[in-house]
């Protein structure tokens, strides 16, 4: 594969690996032996370190931190002020019978737990009033968002008895 190298400002150590339609963008930085491939994005002011990973249509924006052995994949979307130390720290969920959209849920240094879907990126609990307010006139669809929301708090829960 060929090392695609895109942004004005952006930032990629010799040891890290830039591959296959990765991107990144901005002020991004890809350091160490970190790697984007498998349309992976990193852009704005996120920093992706170490031996961590972003791809397979995975994005991590803002100003988002994934450090360590990491990997993010399967249409993850790390957005606001997202710190991921393990791939445990986020999980995503999805697609949803209304939309074809992926939901994410990560850890965030400002707001503790950061919910991502669609346009919509804030916390569990604005999350679930959200769903509550644009889904109530279609109860599958509820039902399936409401099903996301409790895996989503069952997954940190279980996340921080590790």
Known sequence: MTDTYKGQCATVDPTAKL???GHIYGNAQLLDHARIDGHGIV????????????SYHARVEDYSI?????????????????????????????PAISSGRYTTAHIDSVIGIRVNCGCFSGTVDEFSR???KTHKSNPAALAQYRAFVSLIKAHFKARDLL
């Not at 852009?43 to 972003?54: F, P």
């Not at 993010?72 to 999805?94: E, M, P, R, T």
């Open 19 to 21: 591959l296959g339609n």
């Open 43 to 54: 852009s704005e002011r996120a920093i992706v370190r170490g031996w961590a990973a972003v």
């Open 66 to 94: 994934v450090e360590g052995y990491t990997c993010v994949s399967s249409f993850a979307v790390i957005k606001g002020h997202g710190f991921l130390k393990s791939s445990a720290d986020f999980i995503v969920i999805g």
């Open 130 to 132: 959200q769903i509550n």
